[in-house]
């Protein structure tokens, strides 16, 4: 019997218990020494909260719109690649559960379930986020396809330029499906929950990818031409050349400077979030949430800023409202739930984060998401070393 889930801890327990160790290890993880992933969570520790009483609680509202969207609280889903090796076709799950939370969901390139597959399973208009690779075809392809699924906005991913050495996937040697070693074989023997919803579905491999490259005929050569393909070149030239291509709402995913957040601004894209990959790319970068403050000062209300990073309760997310973010995307959180339970999982964290967000909002004294700001906070976190030039 699944016991009593009370927050999204109790769910990252459980995730881990029934999914695979390399799908859990490559979700639950950073690069290097991991420093950068560790702050994302813990620096949101240093934030306090203003306790208010004696104040009208009723009639509160989460409501609000992100990126010209409607959703019913300040969260989207973040992409996360190979969601559906948390769990069998876990991209649609998590696309559903969202759809039914209210919120957006944004489908990674390197899905498991393709853009095509979600868009049929869901019915709600998702995001769609996409890397710069060197092949320019594949990628206007993408956007292509993107439209003809409906996407409402294209998330651009501008740091993975070079991918980050991540020691856990390393050791355990990464691949989709796995490797049929014998510690893999082991490892999966005893999740038999997870193997059985696998052996059931089709969606095992890159869906986006599989069948629409040249030269790509199975996992060995697929895996072979995806490490290739992120484009060490990239510039804001490019930003340019996705923005003509697509002609829709465009986010800039990987902001941590100030400077950068100018550039972006710069760009007339319509929303830039603030993240580090969730730790996975330069160790030792500052937490999302230390970096937020100041790009917040940098663009003003040029553009939107949302952010990601580090999210593990409705706590986080007020804080990260409070310091000048429009919304928060949950990576880490969604994948917990999603690994432990499916489905009714992410729906689950969807519903704590909720419910800790509203509380924490009455507690503070307000009753509208859209009023809270810096008022609401006893004490800020410093600010990293760069922001302060």
């Known amino acids: 019997m699944t016991k009593m889930i009370t927050c999204i801890e109790d769910l990252r327990l459980l995730a881990k218990r029934r999914v695979p160790r390399m799908f859990y290890d490559y979700a639950d993880s950073g690069s290097w020494t991991e420093s950068t992933y560790r702050a994302n969570s813990r620096d949101f520790e240093a934030i ?33 690649g190979m969601l559906g090796m948390q769990h069998a076709d876990g991209e649609i799950l998590a696309a559903r559960a969202a ?6 969901f944004t489908l990674s390139t390197m899905s498991n379930c393709s853009i095509e597959d979600v ?31 409906g996407c409402s906005a294209l998330v651009l991913t501008l740091d993975l330029q070079i991918l980050g050495q991540r020691h856990k996937d390393i050791r355990n040697g990464l691949s989709t499906p796995p490797k049929p070693t014998l510690a893999n ?13 696998m052996a059931r579905t089709p969606r095992r491999s890159f869906g986006n990818i599989a069948g629409h490259v040249e030269g790509v005929a199975d996992i060995g050569s697929l895996s072979s031409w995806t490490a290739s393909q992120f484009d060490p070149c990239l510039s804001w030239d490019d930003v340019k050349r996705f923005q003509d291509r697509w002609q829709g709402k465009l986010i ?34 500052p937490s999302s949430i230390s970096a937020l403050p100041a790009i917040v000062d940098a663009v003003g209300d040029r553009i939107e800023v949302l952010m990601d990073g580090g999210i593990r309760s409705g706590q986080d997310i007020i804080k990260a409202i409070a310091l000048g973010a429009k919304g928060i995307l949950l990576g880490r959180s969604i994948t917990y739930g999603l690994g432990a339970m499916g489905e009714a999982g992410v729906l689950v964290a969807l519903d704590i984060l909720r419910k800790e967000l509203d509380t924490t909002m009455a507690l503070c004294g307000l009753r509208d998401i859209k009023d809270v700001d810096a008022r609401i906070l006893a004490s800020a976190p410093l600010q990293p070393e760069f922001a302060r030039r």
């Open 48 to 80: 306090k909260l203003r306790q208010r009483v004696a104040v009208d609680m009723t009639d509160r509202s989460l409501a609000t719109t992100l990126v010209g969207h409607d959703a019913t609280m300040p969260v989207a889903v973040a992409p996360v």
């Open 99 to 104: 759809a039914k939370a209210g919120v957006p």
């Open 119 to 149: 868009a049929r399973h869901s019915d709600r208009p998702f995001w769609f986020q996409i890397y710069v690779m060197r092949d320019r075809d594949f990628s206007d392809r993408l956007i292509d396809r993107a439209k003809a699924a």
């Open 185 to 197: 074989l082991l490892n999966l023997a005893s999740k038999p929950r997870w193997c059985w919803n």
């Open 252 to 285: 800039l995913k990987g902001i941590l400077d100030p400077e950068d957040a100018d550039n972006a601004a710069r760009t007339g894209a319509e929303a830039i979030i603030v993240s580090n990959h969730g730790g996975r790319q330069l160790d030792g970068a």
